[in-house]
């Protein structure tokens, strides 16, 4: 089981940028797929993004596209997540995860590792 940990949360402004960073130790980080998903207060985890084992393949919600760029080093067992334009709608909790899959899922089920999460508060 791979272990994952959440980092580069925090307090902005509307129209910044934060770049999160999900950091993996265990089984071999390049074989699987990885997403980024996020909970705010009251509301069900919802996908983000997405990236292949190989950062071949991308995928990201309609409410981030254009915005949020999701990308990986598997040399360095990392996958960041770039968020520009920020909007109060982006304040949630972000959890990083991994699939065993390899490949682009966006199914919350389909993923079998899951980092404790890390706030990210967008202010107006």
């Known amino acids: 089981q791979v272990q994952l940990v959440e980092s580069g949360g925090g307090l902005v402004q509307a129209g910044g940028s934060l770049r999160l960073s999900c950091a993996a130790s265990g089984r071999t980080f390049s074989g699987y797929a990885m997403g980024w998903f996020r909970q705010a207060p009251g509301k069900e985890r919802e996908f983000v993004a997405a990236i292949s084992w190989s950062g071949g393949s991308t995928y990201y919600a309609d409410s981030v596209k254009g915005r949020f760029t999701i990308s990986r080093d598997n040399a360095k067992n990392t996958v960041y997540l770039q968020m520009n334009s920020l909007k109060p709608e982006d304040t949630a909790v972000y959890y990083c995860?991994?699939?065993?899959?390899?490949?682009?899922?966006?199914?919350?089920?389909?993923?079998?590792?899951w980092g404790q999460g890390t706030q990210v508060t967008v202010s107006s």
């Open positions: 995860a991994a699939a065993l899959s390899g490949f682009v899922v966006v199914s919350i089920k389909m993923y079998d590792a």
